[in-house]
């Protein structure tokens, strides 16, 4: 951790001492006059807004969407999204377009200040000034809402802002979006929404010491909220490979029936694009496909395997099923705890997404790392205020720490091909403590924010 300081310090000192003008930046004038939009700019904001998921960070569950407040745990501590409802004082309402489209391309705010890459402006600096024109128009027609910044709890000397224009020296490419013209427009399109707005490698990508986003392992497996989110390249780990029409499914639905329900920020994300039309999800669909790959041949014949045995009669009748089940692994410990907590809706044979997953398909549970299976074994599948979703009932009051890496040590040794995971109950120990922070949402994205096309906002 020290070495990571000291080294951003050294950046910045660099920064500071080769390229003051890349520390300094001017601040922007005030915009004046209330403004009108075309309701049909407006409506397209709305739709970029939802890839963008600026509400999710922006929006503390259950508060006044766009108030900002939500607190995003990093590993230099705590950053507290800001206001960006169109309120003069706390918001963003006296920012031109031109500060807008400089926040987002540049990471800078209309006072000439260096932003946190925890505003992901890294995917963002892609937007086209067109959809930045359609964002501002969205956002400047919601309702203000007064709500101050809260302050930050940055490790020292992190919150000394004029550091960031070191890291930016390093790692912010320069803004703009260009198409690769090998690939179909399709292609294009749907790079263009994933690497941009939709910021997919803001969560799948990992990130070095610094922060920054690891450029040759994009869509490698990284980090959010808490929850690890699984690699979507060719090391991506979901037991039946996924393809175009499964992401497609998938990111429009929330859900597919042989990967499963979206979870916690990847709710949050499949929520949102659900307002998107489809040529839009068939883009994305087709780029992360093809970064995904081919699936190898031998890695097809298990999925075929896989996808006869699930649906094969084994899995119809209880009996059946539980002699399937090799006798080392029947006698372990977790086998009675399964049975009797997970089982009743995991092999019920009620389809998702009000069902449980077959097992056998779960990329939580053939993944190596197994923090997602933990937290929701802990804190289950929230339901979703007044709207149908998948939920699951959490077992922190009825599991303790042993008992749930019992539960999953067998469902790993029963479910998967993968070696057993280490240290389960520490890891159970640090996210039921808080120790380690998660946020957990439904699986059905939060509230939307409220359309208002048309309406105009004054100061
Ligand atoms: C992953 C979380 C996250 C997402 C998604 C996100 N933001 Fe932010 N945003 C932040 C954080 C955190 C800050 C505050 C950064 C700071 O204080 O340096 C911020 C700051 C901003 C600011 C600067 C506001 C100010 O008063 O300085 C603007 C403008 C902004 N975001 C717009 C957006 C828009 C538009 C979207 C969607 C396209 C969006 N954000 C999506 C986390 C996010
Ligand atoms: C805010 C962080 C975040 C963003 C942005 C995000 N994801 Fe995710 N994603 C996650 C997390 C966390 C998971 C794992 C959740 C779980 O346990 O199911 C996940 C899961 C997935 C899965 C399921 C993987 C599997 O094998 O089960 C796919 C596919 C996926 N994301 C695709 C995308 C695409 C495409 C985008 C961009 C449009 C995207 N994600 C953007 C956090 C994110
Ligand atoms: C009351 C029904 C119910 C019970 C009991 C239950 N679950 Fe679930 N569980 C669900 C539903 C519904 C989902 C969402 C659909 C899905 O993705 O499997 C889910 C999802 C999951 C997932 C994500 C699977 C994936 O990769 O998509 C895991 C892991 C999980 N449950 C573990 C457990 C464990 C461990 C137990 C026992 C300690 C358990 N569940 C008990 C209903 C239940």
Known sequence: MRIRFLALIAVALAGAAGAFALVWRPAMP??????????????????L????NCIACHTVPGGEAFAGGLAIPTPFGTIHSTNIT???E???GVWSLAAFTRSMREGVDRA???LYPAFPYDHYRLVSHADNEALYAYLMTRTPVRQDALPNDLVFPLGFRPLIAGWKLLF????GFMPDPAKSDEWNRGAYLAEGLGHCGGCHTPRNGLGAQIADQHFDGGEAEGWHAYAINANSPAPIPWDRDA???YLRHGWHEVHGVSRGPMAEVTGNLGGLPDSDIEAIAVYVA??????????????????EEVGGPERTGGDADTLAVPPDVAGMPGAALYAAACATCHESGRPLPYGGLDFRLSTAVNADNPQNIVTVTLFGLPPADGEASSVMPGFAGALDDRQVADVLAYMRARFSSGTAWPDVAEMTRRTRSGEHKVVVRPSDGIERAPLNVGVEVGP
């Open 172 to 175: 912010l490419e320069p803004a």
């Open 290 to 307: 093809d970064v995904m790959g081919e699936p190898s041949p031998e890695r097809r014949q298990q999925a075929e395997r896989l996808r």
């Open 112 to 114: 000439g200040n260096h």
């Open 49 to 52: 807004a939802a890839v963008g």
């Open 90 to 92: 706390t918001g963003i």
């Open 30 to 47: 005030a915009q004046a006059e209330a403004q009108s939009f075309d309701p049909a700019l407006i409506a397209k904001g709305r739709e």
């Open 247 to 249: 992401l497609a499914f």
């Open 86 to 88: 169109p309120d003069r």
